[in-house]
């Protein structure tokens, strides 16, 4: 049986919330997960796909920042599924969002030398890309042109989760 992509979100925020001391195991499952999920868009592209906008749809801000660390293996492999989603996150509603997934690409966008387009490159952009999503950041944090996400379905299933383990834990 497959993980659905909510379960998996809902299996990165608890292994990422859990408290280091008690479980010592957490470290390096969380780190199996990251990894997993990085090169989840070579291995099944769909289900990344899926998973990477699952993420990209939380209702907190950290999730979204995280899979925007996260995609660039996933535009490397789609292009037009990982543009879209850079697009999503640099016009977020959380200006922390915004910057922490725009400042990485930021360096490859504004400068046109030879290392630049191989940055570009590794980010699975163009100098196109790069200048579409700079323009998008700047009207979104200046000018408040920010892209809000529904999050009504997972902030249900969370709390749903939550409710789960809080009584599992009373047992």
Known sequence: M????????????YVHDMPLDGFPGC???ASELQRQLTVLPQTNLIFARNVYGTFAQSPYPIDRLNVGLMFRSLTRVDHETGLALWSQLVRD???VVRRDVFEPMRSHVDSADGSVEEGRAQEGLTLADGNQLRD???RAHYLGG??????????????EATHSVESFARI
């Open 93 to 95: 509603g959380n200006p």
């Open 146 to 159: 920010c892209h809000v996400v529904g999050h009504a379905a997972i902030t249900d299933a969370l709390r």
């Open 136 to 138: 998008e950041f700047i």
């Open 27 to 29: 470290d390096e499952l």
């Open 2 to 13: 497959r993980l659905q992509p909510l379960e998996i979100f809902i299996m990165r925020r």
